[in-house]
């Protein structure tokens, strides 16, 4: 059922969106006769969600691992919205998005990491 | 009534010399309205520039309001070097210039740099890269009106409530609600992020129109180097900016809506405010300097008649400075005291930046090494700027240095080096960037032998006032103090720092009279192409027209207007080449959105929130309205272009 | 500034990729997302930093309430399926399911939005406002952030319904569903994680 389509390969950029200009930021595009990406993504996040919840209110690990185990899921969750529900692939010409989107993301974790690792003020200085 | 009153004129505006300012503005608009009138005038001016969105009037309007702007805070420069120039000086009281040195530098920052670089984005980086407009014309005309209507919001502070008065980067708890009433503090807060919204708007703009409207042909690594650094900037911009959104933001509710981000005695931090500030305020200084390193590589290229040395190391380096700029940022509050390996992580990684700054400037004298250098004001800039900008360089790295820093931090040592970095680094470029580009904006050229005489002055004098202030830092003299006693070794120094800025402020004059002569009195600039171009603007007539290309270009090199040049494909074009071209329609929507953003920030600094929700109720009515606008659109007939093109002269037949 | 792609690709693409400068505002909006990806991260290292400076304020333990916030989850989860079959549907080139996934879309950020009020207004009445504590100021501020996303997103379909009826489907209405559709899942992972780093979090001890 599931047919890919790949807009012809161009070489050259043309200036008109459809240049590629790495091959692995080469766009991609889906269509299926039923929704079972869409179904599938609903199940899991549901899934996901409640098992993070039973972890904690069970409080199955200690609180550190619990931490972990709760942003892995949320982690997990969060890829398959973007890759079943937001077509990542999809672009005209390169996709230039999924560069800006890992860069947003190094800097969204430096700035949550490196802020709570300034703001501890571990040091007799202050 | 009286309360109302005393609210919107407190003792701090009815100053004399305020009035005297307020006095001169008020003749100054009389005059713009009277002139407008009497030559019937606005209905051009609504039709051609309020309601357009050609990016290369936007680039234009940009660059009137950041050499506006430059006035402005050059005159508050000079009103601190009058104070400082000798000791127990009375020309301004201590809360007076806390004010001057607050707006000193937001408007430097905010309403002068920031919009000197979208001014030189516009007006060059689509005609560069061979594409009729940027991706998004119609934002692009919102981001300029957002940032005209802050930068009116946050000047008109001083004329209206009193001016913010804690220092540009507006640390708490002194920003905050108790210690500092007024509705000084809330121009800065609410000016910057409208203003930041734009420059948001400007960072998506441009990078979309980069990396998908170049030429044919045009792949990444044969674009103009200025086009990567707009490139790279961009980007710095939308991922920088969020943070300084934020930072304001918190300030905002705890001085409007009572939360307490940084009060502690709630257990708020004000130290979180400034590493929020400095998360965007790193990464901002590399938004004011790469596209000036872009700057330089186009006119190094151009007036040494050679190819840029080493162009892939270039690109590489301005790709690590944007990588190495997000980790850097607390070097600006090394005494906060975080710990020893928080300030050795950040110590390390801002020297890291040195290394491929220091690639760029070997590259920039290998480009000149052995070329037919011109010395054009252009290029005379650039000359300026490699040895300013590598002491301004190695000075940084002597703060990077831990220790050091708690020795250098906040005195005038520090002042010295980032007026060394963001004035022989940046301005340097914009104003090269300005003569090197100003035949291109208005069809004529800039007087060379006025703009040595700017050049001159401005330079000397910037030497002559911030090499002093190196030593008056060694000497212990910190920033922010408004006087000084007689004996402590610092008089003779801040005498000839003051000397110094009036003659970059003589300098500044004589370059904005040369621009009034020049328009009068200089040549036209017929050919399109007068300083013997290498990239794609130059293949245009000056200035060119509203749909840039007739028949876009096919690129096959870098350097692709030399390339053209010296294989003879510099040609006419043929006539049934011309097709019709869509262009986007002039429409008041953005205008009208900036003065919506206007009115809510008004309504926001005096809190009163009729008017700010009916400015909001604005936004939202117009941004709807825009949602349902399927017409924005209109097409420039085949004939209408063949006759223009015939006009200049560059149809065949 | 309009030109359209050749034929051949303009028979296999996607209605929303056939006009290239209708795709331009794709990776526009994605860049718009980008950016707010950071914004979100500053938001988020304001209340990692500010969790448990709860002064005289309640703690996140006492604060919380999962019930509540797990039908609020619930709601959003279902919406954000929902918005991929109207997706689905939009590719199909179906227009009355399309708008029909995209009111139940809209219906269930309204019950959302509802229901995150119910909580502010309750959490108020029962602990005192943010003036309590840096705490409460960053949790009200980096939730309700997300909340007005989501209002702004409600206002958006709704303005996109009345768009899809009265143009039908064309390149320029299909645009404009398919970034509303990459906006509304967004908002979708990033409460996700203020579920986890939020709420489940503030319930460890």
Known sequence: MTQVQRPPAISAPTGRGDEVEIAILAPRFEEHAFPWRQIFGYAASLILTMAALLLVVHHVLPPVGLIVAILALATIQASLQLGLFMHLRESLGSTWHVVTLALAIVVALGIVIFSIWIMSFKSGVS | ?653 | ?205
């Not at chain 2, 709630?266 to 990464?283: D, E, Q, R, S």
């Not at chain 3, 604060?63 to 609020?72: D, H, K, N, Q, R």
């Not at chain 3, 399309?98 to 909580?119: K, R, S």
Request: charged share 10%; hydrophobic share 55%.
């Open chain 2, 1 to 653: 009534m009286a309360q109302l009153i005393a609210k919107l004129f407190p003792s701090t505006v009815l100053r004399p010399m305020e009035i005297g300012a307020d006095a001169s503005i008020l003749l100054a608009v009389l005059a713009v309205v009277y002139i407008l009138t009497r030559y019937r005038k606005w209905g051009w001016l609504w039709r051609e520039w309020i309601t357009t969105v050609d990016h290369k009037k936007i680039g234009i309007m940009y660059l009137i309001a950041a050499i506006v702007m430059l006035f402005r805070g050059g005159v508050d420069a000079l009103m601190l070097r009058t104070q400082l120039a000798l000791p127990n000086g009375h020309f301004l009281g201590p809360e007076h210039y806390n004010e001057i040195f607050t707006t000193h530098g937001t408007i430097m920052v905010f309403f002068m740099a920031m919009p000197f670089i979208f001014a030189l984005f516009n007006i060059a980086i689509p005609l560069m890269i061979g594409a009729r407009d940027v991706a998004f014309p119609k934002l692009n005309a919102i981001s300029f009106w957002l940032f005209a209507f802050a930068a009116l919001l946050f000047n008109m502070s001083f004329v209206v409530g009193g001016s913010p008065n804690a220092g540009w980067t507006a640390y708490p708890p002194l920003t905050e609600l108790h210690f500092n009433p007024g509705v000084g503090e809330n121009y800065y807060l609410i000016a910057l992020q409208i203003t930041g919204i734009g420059s948001i708007a400007t960072g998506i703009n441009f990078l979309v129109t980069i990396l998908r409207m170049r030429a044919k042909g045009m792949s990444l690594m044969k674009m103009p180097l200025f086009a990567w650094s707009a490139l790279v900037t961009s980007s710095l911009v939308i991922f920088a900016f969020p943070a300084l959104t934020i930072a304001l933001a918190l300030t905002m509710l705890d001085r409007l809506f009572g939360s307490t981000f940084f009060t502690i005695a709630h257990g708020g931090m004000p130290m979180m405010y400034v590493n929020l500030f400095w998360i965007w305020g790193h990464p901002e200084v590399y938004i004011l300097a790469l596209p000036a390193f872009g700057i330089f590589s186009e006119v190094v290229a151009t007036f040494s008649r050679k190819r840029l040395f080493g162009y892939a190391a270039m690109v590489g380096s301005l790709v690590a400075i944007t990588l190495l700029s997000y980790g850097v940022w607390v070097h600006h509050f090394f005494t906060m005291g975080a710990g020893a390996a928080v300030n050795a992580f950040f110590g390390i990684s801002t020297m890291l930046i040195a290394i491929p700054t220091g690639v760029k400037i070997f590259n920039w004298i290998f480009t000149m090494w052995g070329g037919r250098i011109k010395t054009t004001v252009a290029m005379l800039w650039q000359l300026a700027f490699i040895p300013t900008f590598v002491v301004g360089g190695a000075t940084g790295v002597m703060l990077a240095v831990v220790p050091g820093d708690y020795q250098f931090h906040n005195s005038y040592f520090l002042i010295a080096h980032f007026h060394n970095v963001l004035i022989g680094g940046v301005v340097f470029g914009l104003f090269s960037g300005l003569y090197y580009w100003w035949p291109k904006m208005f069809g004529y050229m800039l007087n060379e032998r006025q703009g040595k005489w700017a050049f001159w002055f401005f330079v000397i004098g910037f030497w002559v006032t911030f090499f002093p202030q190196y030593l008056l830092g060694l000497k212990g003299m910190t920033r922010r103090i408004y006087t000084y006693p007689h004996g402590m070794g610092w008089t003779l120094l801040n005498l000839i720092s003051t000397v110094g800025a009036y003659a970059m402020g003589i300098g500044f004059i004589i370059l904005v009279y040369s621009v009034v002569y020049s328009w009068r009195h200089q040549e036209r600039d017929l050919t399109g192409d007068p300083w013997d171009g290498r990239t794609l603007e130059w293949s245009l007539p000056s200035p060119a027209p509203e749909y840039n290309f007739a028949v876009l270009p096919e690129v096959t090199e870098r350097d692709a207007w030399w390339e053209m040049k010296q294989a003879g494909k510099t040609g006419r074009i043929p006539a049934k080449d011309v097709h019709s071209i869509h262009m986007p329609r002039n429409t008041p929507m953005p205008f009208l959105l900036g003065l919506s953003f206007f009115v809510a920030g008004l309504g926001a600094v005096f809190s009163w929130w009729y008017v700010a929700v009916a400015g909001m109720m604005g936004v939202f009515i117009i941004l709807v309205s825009g949602w349902f606008d399927y017409h924005d659109h209109h097409e420039i007939p085949a004939e209408e272009i063949r006759r223009n093109e015939a006009a200049l002269g560059r149809l065949e037949g």
């Open chain 3, 1 to 205: 500034m309009t030109t359209r792609t050749n034929s051949l690709q303009e028979a296999r693409l996607p209605l929303e990729f056939q006009e290239s400068h209708e795709t331009l505002s794709i990776l526009g909006f994605w860049l718009f997302l980008a950016s707010d990806v950071v914004l979100f991260s500053s938001l988020f290292a304001v209340y990692a930093v500010y969790q448990g400076r709860v002064a005289a304020g309640p703690t996140p333990l006492q604060l919380f309430s999962l019930g509540p916030v797990l039908t609020e989850t619930i709601l959003l989860l279902t919406s954000s399926f929902t918005c991929g079959l109207a997706i689905f549907m939009m590719r199909r080139g179906r227009t009355r399911p399309l708008v029909a996934w995209l009111v139940v879309t809209l219906l269930l950020g309204l019950g959302f939005v509802g229901m995150e009020v119910h909580e502010f207004v309750t959490d108020v009445a029962v602990w005192g406002t943010w003036h309590q504590s840096a705490f409460l100021s960053a949790f009200f501020t980096l939730v309700g952030t997300h909340g007005l996303h989501v209002s702004f997103g409600i206002l958006w379909v709704a303005a996109l319904v009345v768009q899809l009826l009265r143009y039908g489907l064309t390149p320029t209405t299909a645009r404009k569903v398919y970034t509303f559709s990459l906006y509304w899942h967004f908002l979708d992972i990033i409460w996700v994680f203020i579920f986890t780093a939020v709420y489940l979090s503030g319930k460890i001890t």
